[in-house]
């Protein structure tokens, strides 16, 4: 790549003519200073011995100083090459700016005129950089002396600076102000001029994939008008060289073992506004596995277990990362089974003929190496034991491979340090570590101020003050509020990840909240108490969480048209409940999930004192199924899910209220309303002492089941634009009336009398799609839910959106 870059002159004379002068004047210069420096004919003719040197024109510089840069002194002869180097030696000090010599009689006669000083170095025009970050990299500085060389070199830092930024059309012109007094002010005039962007990436040599497949695979996208908050279109050599190895990887999952990266390329355009990036590469064939074997020499190890540890196939698609994992984790398994030493290497057999891969899991002894002493070092605010507690090895547990890299995992892990290093040194025997762990503090407090909306609460907004690493203990403190049009709430929360010492979770919620239901429902309700949360984990995968909870909850602004079940809900109530959770999870991201298994088994106990009183259990499970090898795109993901639960009364108590039953639509079956599938109320009108009654109320159930299936893939538009698609299928039911008092007997009940719609178990199922946008100012989420299979009187909703993000 050649990229020409220029000085903008400041003259108005033609661009042709400037450079003209520019080398009449280079070439005047060149022989004057050929001229002076050709001491051979004037000084050197007669021969002779120096006797004497004398120094004129200095005023700042001191005689001596300019005599000991001289390599001739008094009693040499003037010779033509000593007096040349001399001469060469004084102009490199950079401190003249011209020098002759003259000879009278026996004595050298030294001429010099001074190079200015620098009075002060100003930047002008420069907006994307300050004054201060051009400094860090330049070398004139106020008081310094003067040097055309000095500044040609920083001219050349300072357009590499903006080159880092994407600006390669910026010119920098530096101009020279004389002063009294021999001095003078250097400003460097600076016209940044617009990002240089990509203006198109191609791809040479490409088969099995299209231009556009991997322009998702570099992280440097063509520009676009929707890139304004991303940097991906602005062109950078670094990125370009990583975005060839980006493509080398993806070949490489993709089994072209032999894929070649011949050469990427950046070719900058004639105006200097865009570039041309060329990425040039030879595929090769695409390998399949042949055999999977394995091979083990450790003790208790057999390579059938190992074969049974071996998920891929014969015939699938050669992926030497997936290959590269599988081994890791074969690895960490057997050492986590009493094999501390356990080593896995994959070793391959390539035939190209067949294109096949052969592949050998080889298990073997490592050396026996234990943990002596470990370290914490630079913790100012942590205490030890915060850290320390989460390290995977104690002092003489067996020190591997990979220990180092779970021990910084898991320290960086807590979140309270901005750098983790961890340090192995020899022992005081062969088999023996010393391990330090090197950290440095981060700010562990946040402050969040963000607002947002969604179908279910209006407009909302948010402020929250939390200390993640509350007086170095790992306590994590927080307190929040949130204000919506149809919620409030504010909450104080405390949580101890290592209560009593223990690995267990302990924390406290007070809180107070208070929804305004007039969007579906014809009440407000207020609830506040706290809760006190205590769990732990079993292993890796399975965990468990208790939960006590003590609330006061009022119904009120009630509607003077609400149907007699609802106005029956009118008043305080008081909750005292159990609950526990038992969670077990595989997947492989908690946020954005791709494979793996979730499944949650929940119980609550309302009866420990209170005047609410219930049994309720509820079940979700979810299955993630990567698409990888339909798609070749690991941004497709199938997501099977469903759930189901039922609350049950205390015998003989009757305090039911609407606000603890299961509601169905909404979030949990896209295409209905929140609490629009189930059991509500007949809106018929009669009057009852003067009153008009006839609402239709949502009055949830006792049993409640859903089913769903999703796939999620990547949008047309580029990834980096924070885009992701998806289509569902949803399913559920919900029945079981559970209310104070049925007012369903027409004989019985009189003026009273309210049939019920929806108390069915005849499953609903809707269809649709939906987007999902990470944009700069948080998650944006549509949903378009159809309803296929629906019953009379439910209540759908096309379309469901919801937006916030804390900032």
Known sequence: MCVSLHAQTTSKTSYASHHKKADYRRSSIKKSRNKKRSVDNQITKQGGIIQSIEVYGNDRVETPTVLSYMLAQPGDPFNKDLLDRS???????????????????????????????????????????????????????ARSVYSPSLIASDRQRILAMYGAKGRYSVTVTPQIINLSHNRIDVVFR????????????????????????????????????????????????????????????????????????????????????????????????QYRLGKVDARSNVENVTAEKVQR????????????????????????TLQSQGHPFAVVRPEIARNPEKKIVDLLFDVMEGPRVYVERIDINGNTVTQDKVIRRELPIAENDPFTDTTEKYIKQSVEDLGYFKTVKVEKSKGSAPDKRMVSVNVQEKPTGEFSLGGGYSTDSGVLGNIGLRQRNFLGTGVDAGINGTMAYYARQADFSITDPYFLGKNMVAGID??????????????????????????????????????????????????????????????????????????YDTRDSRMNPHSGTLVRLGGDF???????????????????FPLDDFTGNRDWTLSISGGAGYISDISGHNHRSVIDNFYLGGNNLRGFYDGGVGPRTHPISHVVEGKSHGEEDFLGGRFMYTASAQVNFPMPASRDLGLMGRYFVDMGALGGMRVKRRYTNKATDGDRYTPIWGNSMTPRVSTGAGISWKSPFGMLNVDVGIPIVKQRRDRVQLLRFGFGQQF
Do not use: C
Request: aromatic share 14%; glycine share 6%.
């Open 190 to 285: 600076i016209d940044e001029g617009p990002k240089t962007l990509i203006k198109k990436l191609t791809f040479v040599g490409n088969h099995a994939f299209s231009e556009a497949r991997l322009s998702q695979v570099t992280s440097s996208k063509e520009a676009a008008w929707y890139r304004f908050f991303s940097s991906s279109d602005q062109y950078n050599p670094e990125r370009v060289r990583y975005d060839a190895e980006l493509i080398r990887r993806f070949y490489l999952r993709n089994g072209y073992v032999d894929f070649k990266m011949i050469n990427a390329t950046g070719e900058l355009s004639p105006d200097h506004k865009s570039f041309y990036i060329t990425y040039t590469m030879e595929e090769g064939p």
């Open 606 to 624: 309302a009866g420990v004192g209170g005047d609410t009183k219930y049994v309720r259990g509820k079940i979700d499970a979810a299955q993630y």
């Open 510 to 583: 007070i809180f107070y909240l208070e929804n305004n239901y007039q969007t579906y429902q014809n009440y407000a309700e207020n609830r506040y108490g706290a809760t006190f949360r205590i769990g732990y984990a079993f292993n890796n995968v399975l965990s468990q969480q208790w939960t006590y909870s003590i609330m006061e909850r009022r119904v009120h602004d009630i509607w003077s048209h609400s149907s007699f079940y609802i106005l029956d809900q009118k008043g305080y109530s008081f909750l005292s409940q159990i609950g526990t959770t038992i969670t």
């Open 309 to 332: 540890m071996i998920p891929i196939r014969k015939g699938q698609i050669y992926d030497g990362k997936e290959i590269d994992d599988l081994a890791k984790d074969i690895q960490e």
């Open 87 to 141: 001469l060469k030696t004084l102009y490199a000090t950079g401190l003249f700016k011209d020098i002759s010599l003259h000879r009278s009689g026996s004595t050298l006669q030294i001429k010099v005129i001074e190079n200015p000083i620098i009075n002060r170095v100003a930047y002008e025009g420069n907006s994307k950089l300050k004054d201060t970050d051009i400094q860090k990299y330049t070398s004139l500085r």
